[in-house]
């Protein structure tokens, strides 16, 4: 990533602190599938892989997070 | 942070065999390259771009368009040249302290047909890391490399004086400096690695999307649902008035046979005309009673008419034939029953299809039937609707064949109904007549009781209207229940689906959102952080400057990516027209450099010729800022650049170097350096020393020889 890490991910976890909470978590939750997307699209510059896909997958992973513990509470 | 150790050339061009070590020292964080025109400074940048960045790295952006060998190789020796630059660098954790270091080789061969034409051979690059059990290969190394040291970094890193420019030169259209400008800000921010990442999460969520739009009737559903929450709660909310009425009811029935008890005991006690009428009274109720029980049976019977299937037909008969011929017709064509969804599950279940095909989890072939599975599920529904009514119109038929006529039993049934309603009448007057002599009597005690009893009936019959009410209401909610009821594990599937959707849908928005937060910041205050430390390194560069420190007031690098420059007055200069050379170079290297100090990304800036047209305080302005703010500094300087700056090059310089072109014997050179060929040599003389090797002539047009 070109950008420093650190100070990206400083502004990242400040836009995460901006999005409602969807339950207790919530925000650690979106940022670690955030950044986990954030590295798969460095992981696709480097070599091609199937981004969309994979994408794909991580934003239905938390789906199904935001799904099962919107029902728990 | 990423500094570079030192670096080896081997035939590349004119270093036919160069070793380069840079300082490390962050209290001299400078490494001094003295070359003059000529002698390898360009090729030096060249060759640690190509050895870090690849051929892409090479001018022309291909390997194919540009020499590595020596120009003068001397082909019968050898008419193959193999070219290897070696760079040993590291990547250090500025937290922790922690050094990885990181040996790259690239390498590549030539072979020479005749004086102007060569065969490129393939590009070859190993990368190792030092460990400490040794020196390890690193898989992936293309990967690696990219993560440490970004591509997209090389011309900001890796500069060129006279390419550098370009951010803003005049001979470009706006649009293409602003281009420029904008690319370096995002390589730096990592603005197009989120970009794109928000392009792919707006795709899926475009998909998503179509998901709830193709599963429809969504609302239509959460409707359906929420009525049939409603529907149960008025379901218990009437039971419960049911059992509440029956309660009141039974208390009710216990006082109205007490007080009937007593009216009866009491008529029992009187006199001959008493007793006779308890016993007609008592007749007569019953008689009521066993009316009232035929009314509703009765009743029974007339509604069963009303639902028979022979009556529809009987009343539409056109109608239903049409429909029952269309209906038979989907039966003929197999369409309905659905059995398909029974088959797959059926072959899901085994793990075969019944074509023999293995459907092991995972594989393509199950994906495919699971997806038919869930296509054909969803037409369970209205062909279940229909195959019932095909049984429905059979079933009328089958009736219709029956010579009674439907309507004519109808009307014979009501007119029994009427006929019971009547004697009803009529045994309900009887009741009333001898009620009203018992109250006729003039027996205080005997009305009162009479009058109690009335009192308990009327409250009777109060409770059983109530509870008919009531059972009404709960019949039909249960028939409305029962209808949805057939419709819930299909309704909850969609739902769960829809939900599930919609939750994938929140996430991507929420993702998304974050992305673009990121974005829109790193875009606006940090690029405004830039431009405030892009204006500060460039005035202090050329404030010391008297002609253009007088003019400049303050330079802009806007959301736009624009760099502008403004004189007193606010008034807009053009930086290619109205900027001389010296601050034109010292503007770019001041967008720079603020450009990599506000990024936070640390990295060795090398800089080719950066003082070239500077008058020597604003020389001296720009390595001091550079040499204090940048983690690793290497400048390729020619003597004349030197020229006013040699006590800060003396101050900040840990490594200092001195590159000679043995070509320039004897026209430069004093001495002949003896190699026979054309390369250069390296010294280790500093930018005030020379030796024999370095030794230049006076009046060799080298401005600032010593």
């Not at chain 2, 009232?292 to 034939?321: C, T, V, W």
């Not at chain 2, 299909?490 to 937060?517: F, M, N, P």
Request: hydrophobic share 35%; glycine share 6%.
């Amino acid at each position: 990533m070109a950008v420093d890490q650190r100070k990206l991910i400083t502004v990242m976890k400040q836009s995460v602190s901006d999005i409602d909470l969807r339950y207790p978590g919530y925000h650690k939750d979106l940022f670690d599938f955030v950044a986990q997307i954030v590295f798969l699209e460095r992981e696709h510059e480097q070599r091609a892989t199937q981004i969309k896909n994979k994408v794909g997958d991580k934003v239905s992973a938390l789906g199904q997070v935001i799904y099962k513990k919107s029902k728990d509470l | 942070m990423i500094q570079i150790h030192a670096a080896h050339f081997h035939n590349f061009r004119l270093l036919r065999d160069v070793k380069v070590t840079f300082s490390r020292d962050p209290n001299k964080p400078l490494t001094v390259i003295r070359a003059e025109n000529d002698t390898g400074k360009t090729t030096l940048l060249t060759g640690l771009t190509w050895a870090l960045f690849g051929d892409k790295a090479l001018p022309g952006d291909k390997r194919s368009s540009f020499r590595l060998h020596p120009i003068d190789w001397d082909r019968t020796q050898s008419s193959t040249v193999k070219t290897r630059v070696e760079v040993t660098f590291a990547a250090v954790d500025e937290e922790s302290g922690e050094e990885v270091v990181y040996e790259i080789e690239r390498s590549s061969s030539e072979s020479l047909i005749d004086e102007d034409n060569y065969e490129v051979g393939p590009t070859n690059v190993a990368l190792l890391r030092h460990t400490p059990q040794g020196v390890e290969p690193v898989d992936n190394t293309s990967a690696i490399l990219e993560s440490l040291l970004p591509s997209s970094l090389k011309d900001i890193f890796f500069i060129d004086g006279d390419r550098a420019l370009a951010f803003i030169e005049a001979t470009d259209l706006e649009r293409v400096k602003r281009d420029r400008v904008g690319k370096a800000v995002r390589a730096l921010l990592g603005l197009d690695l989120l970009d794109k990442a928000s392009g792919h999460v707006q795709i899926v969520r475009q998909e998503i999307v179509g998901n709830i739009k193709k599963l429809g009737a969504g609302t239509e559903i959460e409707r359906l649902l929420e009525r049939y929450e409603k529907l149960e709660s008025t379901k218990q909310e009437l039971l419960d008035k049911e059992s509440s009425i029956l309660s009141d009811l039974e208390a009710t029935d216990q006082r109205w046979r007490a007080a009937r008890q007593n009216l009866d005991e009491a008529l029992l006690a009187g006199a001959q005309n008493h007793k006779k009428l308890k016993y007609d009274l008592e007749r007569s109720e019953s008689n009521l009673e066993s009316a009232r029980k035929d009314e509703i049976e009765k009743y029974q019977r007339h509604r069963n008419l009303i639902g028979f299937s022979r009556m529809l037909f009987e009343l539409a008969p056109k109608h239903i034939q049409t429909a029952a011929q269309i209906l038979g017709d989907l039966e003929s064509k197999k369409v309905i029953p659905n059995v398909l969804p029974t088959v797959i599950e059926d072959s899901l279940k085994s793990g075969f299809c019944i074509c023999g095909t293995e459907l092991s989890v995972g594989s393509k072939q199950r994906a495919v039937l699971e997806r038919l599975h869930e296509e054909t599920h969803q037409l369970d529904e209205p062909k279940e609707r229909l195959r019932e009514l095909n049984e429905s119109a059979k079933r009328i038929f089958r009736s219709s064949s029956n010579d009674d006529s439907a309507i004519g039993s109808l009307r014979s049934s009501y007119s029994s109904i009427l006929e019971t309603k009547k004697r009803q009448t009529e045994l309900e007057s009887e009741v009333g007549d001898l009620r009203a002599r018992i109250r006729g009597m003039g027996e205080f005690n005997l009305t009162e009781l009479e009058r109690t009893l009335a009192q308990e009936e009327k409250e009777k019959n109060r409770l059983r209207f109530e509870a008919g009410k009531n059972d009404q209401e709960l019949k039909e909610v249960i028939k409305q229940l029962s209808s949805i009821e057939r419709e819930r594990t299909e309704l909850e599937r969609k739902v769960a689906k829809l939900t599930g959707e919609r939750s994938k849908e929140a996430a991507a928005v929420d993702i998304l959102g974050v992305l673009t937060a990121t974005t829109e910041y790193l875009k606006g205050e940090t690029i405004d952080q830039i431009s405030d430390k892009m204006n500060e390194i460039f005035l202090s560069m050329i404030v010391a400057d008297t002609d253009s420190g007088a003019v400049i007031r303050k330079a802009v690098l806007t959301r736009d990516n624009d760099i502008e420059v403004f004189g007193p007055g606010n008034r807009r200069l053009e930086p290619d027209t109205d900027l001389n050379g010296a601050s034109r170079r010292a503007l770019t290297l001041a967008f720079i450099l603020a450009l990599v100090e506000v990024s936070g990304y640390r990295a060795p800036n090398i800089i080719d010729t950066p003082l070239g047209m500077m008058g020597t305080e604003v020389r001296q302005a720009v390595v001091r800022y550079a040499a204090t703010h940048a983690s690793q500094l290497i400048m390729f300087l020619t003597g004349s650049e030197i020229v006013g700056v040699e006590d800060l090059l003396d101050q900040y310089a840990g490594e200092s170097i001195t590159f000679t072109n043995s070509a320039h014997f004897p026209t430069k050179l004093v001495n002949d350096p003896r190699t026979g060929r054309m390369e250069t040599l390296v010294c280790r003389c500093n930018h005030r020393q020379r030796c024999e090797l370095c030794k230049r002539r006076v009046g060799s047009l080298d401005f600032g020889d010593n």
